[in-house]
């Protein structure tokens, strides 16, 4: 039997484990021997240029694309040997907000989270519809229930992709550029509820990002991903260093310390340089 809404399964206290995944698109080789922990509770972010590999770790980890070796585990649990329907019971994606559209209203667009539970006739019962009303709650949604999804703004929309999620009741949140198309407002609401839903259920959550400043600000972890290679992994001071993102993207930043939390604020210097 399904837990219900909101309580918690055994491996919600279980750790996320990539253990030496590798994994190629044809013949070619684009994610190498990557390792890495994410704890409950805890927000791991994967910094690194375009074409580092973060969407396809992403991809590779949600069983998107098969990896060539490696294991992909929660706690002692390998997540190879399970069924689509199993795996979405573990892990849930959260995609870019592009415009979407058609006639669904937020509450049928949240419903499909609960696809991996629904009975043979794909009916939903009492406990799907439960769940659902608890992952608007937990959205910020509520009022936005019967409202139709090409009329929300991208923000919007970005939170009810969160809200599907939710309503799958999984352990594990993976999130792929969530803010790229985001103003700052947006971007900065989204990521709080984030941080406040991570903490509250303890979720493990591994989210691709582009925006550094923000990384330092959101994240528990960081992962920097180089030409499909882990080349650093650890707090955001251990990892926003200048050496390490200079040499990662190319050019030349300067690290400064935010004043009241002591977050790493990166400057490039290429833009100064030209200003002068």
């Given at each position: 039997m399904d837990p219900a809404p909101g309580q918690a399964r055994s491996v919600l206290v279980s750790m996320l484990k990539i253990e030496s995944l590798t994994a190629n698109y044809g013949s070619t080789t684009v994610l190498h021997n990557i390792s890495f922990e994410v704890s409950p509770g805890e927000i791991l972010a994967l910094i690194g240029p375009n074409g580092a590999g973060k969407t396809t770790l992403i991809r590779a980890i949600s069983g998107v694309i098969e990896i060539a070796s490696g294991r992909i585990c929660l706690g002692e649990q390998d997540l190879a040997g399970l069924s689509t329907s199993e795996r979405a019971k573990i892990l849930a994606?959260?995609?870019?907000?592009?415009q979407l559209g058609g006639a669904f209203s937020v509450e049928q667009a949240v419903m499909l989270g609960r696809t991996p539970y629904l009975n043979w006739l794909g009916r939903e019962g009492e406990s799907d519809r439960a769940a659902v009303r608890l992952a608007l709650h937990q959205a910020d949604l509520e009022s936005f229930a019967h409202r139709r999804l090409a009329y929300l703004s991208g923000g919007e929309q970005q939170r009810v992709l969160l809200a599907r999620a939710l309503a799958q009741t999984t352990p594990v949140l993976l999130l792929d550029e969530p803010t790229n198309h985001l103003d700052l407002q947006h971007q900065t609401n989204f990521l709080s509820l984030l941080k406040k839903l991570t903490n509250e259920k303890q979720l493990t959550v591994i989210m691709a990002m582009h925006d550094l400043n923000l990384v330092s600000?959101?994240?528990?972890?960081v992962a920097l991903l180089?030409?499909?290679?882990l080349t650093s992994i650890?707090?955001?001071?251990?990892v926003i260093r200048a050496e390490h993102?200079?040499?990662?993207?190319q050019t030349?930043?300067?690290?400064?310390a935010h004043p009241g939390t002591g977050a790493p604020i990166i400057f490039p210097l290429g833009i100064l340089d030209q200003t002068k």
């Amino acid at each position: 039997m399904d837990p219900a809404p909101g309580q918690a399964r055994s491996v919600l206290v279980s750790m996320l484990k990539i253990e030496s995944l590798t994994a190629n698109y044809g013949s070619t080789t684009v994610l190498h021997n990557i390792s890495f922990e994410v704890s409950p509770g805890e927000i791991l972010a994967l910094i690194g240029p375009n074409g580092a590999g973060k969407t396809t770790l992403i991809r590779a980890i949600s069983g998107v694309i098969e990896i060539a070796s490696g294991r992909i585990c929660l706690g002692e649990q390998d997540l190879a040997g399970l069924s689509t329907s199993e795996r979405a019971k573990i892990l849930a994606v959260v995609p870019q907000a592009r415009q979407l559209g058609g006639a669904f209203s937020v509450e049928q667009a949240v419903m499909l989270g609960r696809t991996p539970y629904l009975n043979w006739l794909g009916r939903e019962g009492e406990s799907d519809r439960a769940a659902v009303r608890l992952a608007l709650h937990q959205a910020d949604l509520e009022s936005f229930a019967h409202r139709r999804l090409a009329y929300l703004s991208g923000g919007e929309q970005q939170r009810v992709l969160l809200a599907r999620a939710l309503a799958q009741t999984t352990p594990v949140l993976l999130l792929d550029e969530p803010t790229n198309h985001l103003d700052l407002q947006h971007q900065t609401n989204f990521l709080s509820l984030l941080k406040k839903l991570t903490n509250e259920k303890q979720l493990t959550v591994i989210m691709a990002m582009h925006d550094l400043n923000l990384v330092s600000f959101i994240a528990d972890k960081v992962a920097l991903l180089v030409d499909g290679l882990l080349t650093s992994i650890g707090t955001p001071k251990e990892v926003i260093r200048a050496e390490h993102i200079s040499a990662a993207y190319q050019t030349p930043v300067e690290i400064v310390a935010h004043p009241g939390t002591g977050a790493p604020i990166i400057f490039p210097l290429g833009i100064l340089d030209q200003t002068k």
